[in-house]
Structure formats: C-alpha cells, structure tokens
C-alpha cells in the first residue's frame, strides 16, 4: 500500500497518503457516473412503456458531425425500429442530430452546416443547408427536434436534451418509431420525449 502512496509513514504511524486520496475521487465519480447511468435508464424504460416505441440515448461527436447510439430500450411490438448500439448517423438527418446541434451557439451551428456535405440518406432527407439551419433553430425554441423520414424512409424521429447537475450535456432522448404508426400522433411523441427528459435532468441535479 504504500508502494502505491495509499499510505504513508508520520511518526511511527500510518496515514492515508495521496494514492488513496485519489482512488477515492476515482470511486466517488464511478458511483456518480453509474448512478447517472441508472437513472437514465429507468427513463428510457419509463418512456418505452409510455410510447409503446424504441427509446434511444444518443451522444454526439461535434469534430465529426455525428451522432452514436449508446443505449437502446426496444419496444414491444413485432414492427418497430431497430438500431445496434455503436451505430452512427449525421447530425443533419436524425432528431438526436438535430436536437443537440440546438444546443450550440448559432456560429458554431453555421459552422457545422458550411463544413458538412449533407447525401441523401432517404428520398426525403433534407439537404439544403438554409433549411437545416431553420430547422435548428425551431428545436431551439422547442426543446424538442422531430425527423420523418430523413435519416432512413419509414422511420419517425423524436429528441429532446438531457442534462446533468452542472447544465452539460448527457445526450439526446429519443423515442423512434415506424413513422406508419408514428403520423397520427406526433404532437404526443414529442411531448412524451420532452417531459421525459426534463425528469431524467431533474434526476440528475439539473435545475
């Protein structure tokens, strides 16, 4: 232990030394982070059940432009969208996308929209840069980012923000739908994934 400065020789005693200082704050944060994990989960969970559709949790790459899939609640039924957790899509075409670029100053979003080379990824994907920066700015105001049929066809999109204590970004909630079943009721997606993840923030220490 004291190899690793777990602790140290004072006056013919031992005390704590800064290793186990250290390791302490190393365990402290992995119990935050995996509480954090936690109570996102039990979200995702919450808001499949409300749905009735897979919810995913998203994380974006600003230096790439995109967006990755790193947790998954699946829904019930036997039509319903599919995703790996790892995949990855542009910022431009997905709700998560959209919803997290909202979150950036309007320079940087300039920025990201005169550095992309928007493909279409469906027949309906939205490439035109004017739009997409309109678009960002709608979920700005909204709190929320809705897709229909952009980053892949029959796929229906919904996304809002979660964040943690200090205000930082965790990632992009997002409830995907077959968009078939999804075209009745998109005013209730996007106030299920909003509400969802102001609660998930609350949870979090987000004030």
Not at 37 to 58: H, P, Q, Y
Request: neutral net charge; aromatic residues 4%; hydrophobic residues 45%.
């Amino acid at each position: 232990m004291a190899d690793e400065d777990l602790v140290v020789a004072t006056e013919g005693a031992w005390r704590l030394g800064p290793g186990a200082f250290g390791l302490g704050s190393a365990l402290t944060e992995a119990r935050r982070r995996l509480q954090s994990s936690d109570l996102v989960r039990d979200g995702m969970r919450r808001l499949a059940a409300r749905s009735g559709e897979t919810v995913l949790l998203a994380v974006g790459d600003q230096d790439h432009g995109m967006i990755t899939y790193v947790d998954l609640v699946e829904s019930s039924n036997v039509v319903r969208y599919t995703v790996s957790i790892g995949d990855r899509r542009p910022f431009y075409a997905t709700a998560a996308g959209r919803v997290l670029l909202s979150t950036c100053s309007p320079a940087a979003v300039e920025t990201y929209l005169k550095r992309v080379a928007p493909a279409r990824l469906a027949p309906g994907t939205e490439i035109d840069p004017a739009v997409l920066a309109d678009v960002v700015e709608q979920a700005r105001a909204a709190g929320y980012a809705q897709t229909v049929d952009q980053a892949a066809e029959g796929v229906t999109g919904t996304a809002a923000v979660v964040r943690d204590a200090a205000g930082g970004v965790v990632g992009a909630l997002v409830i995907a739908a077959p968009s078939t079943r999804a075209a009745g009721r998109l005013e209730d997606l996007a106030r299920l994934v909003r509400d969802e993840a102001a609660a998930i923030s609350r949870s979090l220490g987000f004030r």
